[in-house]
């Protein structure tokens, strides 16, 4: 079935450095692509989200870009601070069941002072 | 203020009890999600619904049973034959039948066991 894979599964960045997190995912046909931001004890929000017709996104210090030929897509972080501590996930809407989202497992980052 | 709202925030079940969870929205979304999500895990889906009326099993619907009688509601039962229902459980919403749209979270129920 569809699968979703995320790594690193820990992330941990000096502040004002980048970060990256990378999500594979199997159905070919996906063309929906969220990232959400899990604060502890949060419900997770809706961060950045891109669809298949382009090939890059970016809000402010957030970038997120997609490579549909080899099926993965990936989070950008720049200038890091302190509040950028959470779990994302990267997810994907597969093509056979539009209404569902399929979560990656979730990359844990923290942001060293 | 609005969105998607989940009661109670706990929740504790006796064994052999059935416990529902509750999820409102009005935001009109289409579709609604419930998720469960164990400690330092990701996101697992239970349930999901279209339209009123209408629901499909997830991932991990064993134990679990839901309603989509409004629009604005969906609640979750969580029935005595989920033996280890101890978890964080997330409502979540959705555009147009949910179809390539984001889902928007409620802030969840932390349901355990006495």
């Known amino acids: 079935g569809e699968n979703v894979e995320q790594h690193p599964s820990t992330l941990s960045v000096q502040e004002g450095d980048s970060a990256v997190i990378k999500c594979t995912y199997s159905?070919?046909?996906?063309?929906?692509f969220p990232w959400y931001k899990q604060e502890l004890g949060k419900r997770p929000q809706l961060i950045i989200d891109?669809?298949?017709?382009?090939g890059e996104k970016k809000d402010q210090r957030i970038a997120v870009t997609l490579n549909k030929t080899a099926k993965h897509f990936s989070l950008h972080i720049t200038e890091t601070q302190p509040e950028d501590s959470a779990v994302y996930f990267c997810?994907?809407?597969?093509?056979?069941?539009?209404?569902?989202?399929?979560f990656g497992s979730g990359t844990r980052l923290s942001i060293r002072p | 203020d609005g969105g998607i709202t989940q009661s109670p925030k706990y929740l504790f079940r006796k064994e052999g009890q059935n416990v529902t969870l509750s999820c409102e929205q009005n935001?009109?979304?289409?579709?609604m999600y419930w998720y469960r999500q164990d400690p330092g895990q990701g996101l697992r889906l239970i349930y999901y619904?279209?339209?009123?009326?209408?629901?499909q099993k997830g991932d991990i619907a064993e134990g679990y049973s839901v309603s989509r009688e409004k629009k604005e509601s969906f609640p979750l039962t969580v029935t005595s034959a989920q033996k280890n229902p101890t978890a964080f459980y997330l409502c979540?919403?959705?555009?147009?039948?949910?179809?390539?749209?984001?889902?928007?979270f409620g802030d969840g129920t932390r349901l355990s066991i006495l």
């Open positions: 935001l009109n979304h289409d579709a």
């Open positions: 891109i669809r298949s017709n382009v």
């Open positions: 159905d070919s046909a996906s063309n929906y």
């Open positions: 997810a994907a809407s597969p093509y056979s069941s539009a209404s569902k989202i399929i």
């Open positions: 979540a919403g959705g555009g147009l039948q949910g179809f390539n749209q984001p889902q928007h």
């Open positions: 619904s279209q339209i009123v009326n209408d629901f």
